[in-house]
């Protein structure tokens, strides 16, 4: 995970939108996990417009006709942010139990942003601009993608089933369909994780997004606060 950019947030104020199962397969996993208490996902409105966007470039994709984007999670107020970083946390201590205070908190770091009430620094999901989301094919299945969603390894890294010596027989395929996911969302303005540590995680409108799209700032700031 991107550590803070310290960019400028110039708010435009567009609001939170309900995503709908009209345009996407919704799968609410912090709430089916048990860590947050709705299963409404949310996101910018105009973020919503940008993901509609992705996924008709994914579908012009030969074979990919009939795919569709399914969403994780979006919006995440900090009490959602704060329980999987101590989840993180604590998984972390009992793997690494040598490690110190500060390997802990550079591990949680990896992959998560810390909760944060300071509107010049936002986490990435509080903002509503940020999704995390995989493909299913026209019968309903994840399309493969080498791991699940939130799998806190290296498997995760966007890349890793390329240039990384991995010999699962899948490489090849696993890494396609995971560029059909990275080029449909860049294509409709999204960024995916700068660290590239997570391949199911992009973001539009936030500090990250204006890092990598070389923005002198970022759109959207916290909604919740």
Known sequence: ML??????INENKEPLEVLSEKDFVLEPAYFNMGFSDTNVMELRSGAIIQLRKAQENLRKNKGCEKWTLKIWDGYRPVKVQKRLCD????DLKKKHPDWNEAQILDGVMDFLA???TNPSSPAPHNTGGTVDLTVVDENGKDVPMGTGFDDFTEKSHTNYFIGTGSKDEMAETLHENRMLLKNSMESAGFVNDPSGFEWWHYGYGTQEWAYMKKEANAIYGSAEF
């Open 114 to 116: 810390l909760p944060s």
């Open 3 to 8: 550590r803070n950019t310290n960019l400028p």
């Open 87 to 90: 989840e993180l946390s604590a």
